[in-house]
C-alpha cells in the first residue's frame, strides 16, 4: 500500500508485483480483473525482458477492464552500458499499445515517484465520471441530513417521536 499526494487529494493504492514469472501466469489472469492500473516492466539489460512485454500486454487487453490504465516501464535505466533494448524501440511499442513510458532505475530511485504518480493520475483521469458522481451523491445525503436535522424530522432528537421517516 502506498499514499501518493494527486491534485492536493490523497489517494492510497495498493501495488502487487508478480515478477513477471510464469508460475504467477494464472492468478495474474484474476488480478487483471480488479486493476485499474498496471505497469508493464522489462529490463533494459534483457531483450528477452522485452519481448514478453507483448505477451503480457495481449493478457492485459484480454483479461483487464476496458478501462485498465496501463504504463509501460524499462527498469535499470543506472545499468545504461549493458542496454540491449533502445529507447525509442520501447516508445514505439508504449505508443502502438497507447502508454505512456518510462524508464526508472530502482536501485537508485529514478522515476520512480514519477511513474507511480502518473498511473494514479492517468487511473482518476479515467475513472473522474464515477468519482464526481459519488461526490455528489455524498454532498447530497450530507444536504439532505442537514435539512432533516434543521426540519426536525431526521430521526435526531429534535425529531417528532410520532413520525419514523420522512418521505
Same mark, same amino acid.
Given at each position: 500500500?502506498?499514499?501518493l ?6 489517494v ?12 504467477y501466469?494464472t492468478i495474474?489472469?484474476?488480478y ?7 505497469f508493464?516492466v ?18 492485459v487487453d =484480454?483479461?483487464a ?6 504504463? /509501460?516501464?524499462? +527498469? !535499470?535505466?543506472?545499468d545504461?552500458?549493458? &542496454?540491449?533494448?533502445?529507447t525509442?524501440q ?5 505508443e502502438?499499445y497507447?502508454?505512456d ?5 530502482a ?6 515517484? =514519477?511513474?507511480?504518480?502518473?498511473l494514479?493520475e492517468?487511473? /482518476?483521469?479515467? +475513472? !473522474?465520471k464515477d468519482?464526481?458522481l459519488? &461526490?455528489?451523491?455524498i454532498?447530497d ?8 436535522d434543521e426540519?426536525?424530522i ?8 410520532g413520525r419514523?421517516?420522512?418521505?
Open positions: 500500500m502506498k499514499t499526494m494527486i491534485d492536493g487529494v490523497k492510497r493504492i495498493q501495488i502487487w508485483d508478480t515478477a513477471g514469472q510464469e508460475r501466469q495474474t489472469k484474476q487483471y480483473r480488479r486493476a485499474q492500473g498496471i508493464l522489462y529490463d533494459i539489460t534483457s531483450e528477452r525482458s522485452f519481448q514478453h512485454i507483448m505477451k503480457w500486454a495481449s493478457d =484480454e483479461y477492464p476496458e478501462k485498465v490504465q496501463k504504463i /509501460l516501464v524499462g +527498469n !535499470k535505466s543506472d545504461g552500458d549493458k &542496454r540491449q533494448v533502445a525509442e520501447a516508445h514505439k511499442l508504449a502502438s497507447g502508454m513510458f518510462f524508464e526508472t532505475s536501485y537508485n530511485n529514478h522515476n520512480i515517484t =514519477e511513474c507511480f504518480t502518473r494514479a492517468q487511473v /482518476l483521469a479515467a +475513472n !473522474k468519482l464526481d459519488l &461526490r455528489m451523491s454532498t445525503e450530507l444536504d439532505l441530513a442537514a435539512l432533516e426540519e426536525g431526521g430521526g435526531g432528537a429534535a425529531a417528532d417521536p419514523s421517516c420522512w418521505c
